[in-house]
């Protein structure tokens, strides 16, 4: 007992120790701080993907909307359903974000697309598409910088703006969309 004593005193007036131990404390609370707050995000951003597919599927089936708004509808419900699924399957959120700005087929890549496509031919579609496009652009970067190792900077980046957001009370937007997820909890 005396010996862990002993080297506990010895430590005690170490400079390098009190640094080093600064340094693990933070790195600890960090894991701890994300560790808490991965889960209620992991909630927000499923209902958030959630919103997206209803709308989309809605508007994909809406006889009144024209033929070019479906298309586009049609595509970014691909995009949630069937590419977002693999590539979260291919390797963490990071691997997903490189690969989509290597130009291989991805959910981010996907939306892209369509953003072109919605800027070609922003006089025969509906505005709902742009709208939805931009949140769920946003979505798509959120879950792959929460499934990434980027995600201990990525909590409290989402926590900042979702604090924001609950300041300014956004009429419209992304703003609008995370705070209204955050709410129905």
């Known amino acids: 007992m005396e010996f862990f004593e ?10 390098v120790v009190k640094e080093w131990s600064g340094y693990a404390a933070f790195i600890f609370t960090l894991v701890i701080y994300r560790r808490l707050r991965l889960g209620r995000w992991r909630k927000i951003l ?12 809605s508007i994909s089936k809406d006889p009144s909307m024209d033929e070019k708004t479906r298309e586009l509808a049609q595509a970014l419900l691909w995009g949630v359903t069937k590419q977002l699924p693999l590539d979260l399957e291919s390797g963490m959120g990071g ?15 996907t939306c892209g697309t ?25 979505t798509f970067y959120r879950i792959y910088m929460l499934e990434s190792i980027l995600s201990y900077i ?22 609008r969309l ?8």
């Open 114 to 138: 369509v953003y072109y496509q919605c800027a070609r031919n922003i006089r025969y579609i509906d505005r709902i598409i742009i709208k939805l496009n931009d949140t769920l652009l946003s």
């Open 178 to 185: 995370y705070l209204e997820m955050r709410i129905d909890e």
């Open 154 to 175: 990525a909590v409290i980046y989402m926590d900042l703006t979702l604090l924001y957001y609950i300041i300014s009370r956004p009429q419209g937007g992304t703003g």
């Open 46 to 57: 499923k209902r958030s993907v959630d919103y997206h597919k209803f709308h989309l599927s």
């Open 6 to 15: 002993q080297i506990l005193y010895s430590l005690k007036g170490n400079p």
């Open 95 to 109: 691997k997903a974000l490189l690969r989509s700005f290597m130009g291989d087929k991805t959910a981010l890549n």
